[in-house]
């Protein structure tokens, strides 16, 4: 079974703090994606990678970036955490056209 | 990419079947048409993909149309247990893997 995971299922951080969201995947996989999850507002795509240092900006991308040094880690970075950050976070991986997510990680920050 | 539009929110009782219809009209000729479910505090995980006609496993169906232009999952006899948010996507391997998800529709399942 394809597994996805992430470093953390809950996160409280401060406002300003730089924030790491980590991601693994055990398949190999070559494209992998970051969303962002809130009520009303269903999954919106943050970044995504299709290779290893490859990375293209999804539909809001603005006060995030990535980085993809390994093809089976993707990590999500904020580099100044706000409070309208707080969010469901959830990673994914892809092989053909299914995705596999991980359990999301639940970011509230203060 | 393919925009898609399904109703937000659906009601069913146990034992029915249920059909959630997704438009996309402007879904191109190499494009997939996917169904995800998602359960609370949970990601989203795969059903159904389809590219025309019908598609069926162990979980769902998948009917398209011949012009492409909707498509509907039909759930048989749904359970409690199959409350959640369907999300209908559509895409292909040639974008990149990039994938648009809608609001989803919110089934609810009623005893």
């Known amino acids: 079974d394809v597994k996805v995971t992430q470093s953390s299922r809950y996160l409280v951080k401060r406002t300003g703090e730089k924030v790491f969201l980590e991601c693994v995947q055990d398949m190999d996989h070559e494209n992998m994606f970051w969303y962002r999850q809130d009520p009303g507002l269903g999954l919106r795509l943050i970044y995504f990678?299709?290779?290893?240092?490859?990375?293209e900006k999804g539909d809001i991308p603005e006060g995030y970036s990535v980085s993809r040094e390994k093809k089976e880690r993707f990590s999500l970075i904020l580099e100044s955490a706000s409070t309208n950050q707080t969010s469901m976070y959830l990673c994914?991986?892809?092989?053909?056209?299914?995705?596999?997510f991980g359990p999301g990680t639940r970011l509230t920050v203060t | 990419l393919a925009k898609t539009t399904q109703p937000i929110s659906m009601d069913s009782y146990e034992g029915q079947e249920v059909n959630i219809t997704c438009s996309h009209n402007n879904i191109a000729t190499n494009d997939y048409i996917t169904w995800y479910q998602q359960f609370p505090s949970q990601g989203p995980r795969f059903i159904i993909q389809?590219?025309?006609t019908k598609v069926t496993n162990e979980v769902a169906s998948l009917f398209i149309p011949a012009d492409r232009k909707s498509s509907t999952l039909s759930l048989p006899r749904v359970s409690l247990s199959d409350t959640a948010v369907y999300y209908c996507?559509?895409?292909?391997?040639?974008?990149?893997?990039?994938?648009?998800f809608g609001q989803g529709t919110t089934l609810q399942v009623k005893p």
């Open positions: 389809g590219y025309k």
């Open positions: 996507l559509v895409g292909g391997p040639g974008n990149t893997g990039k994938l648009i």
């Open positions: 994914a991986s892809r092989r053909g056209y299914e995705q596999y």
């Open positions: 990678s299709y290779d290893v240092k490859m990375k």
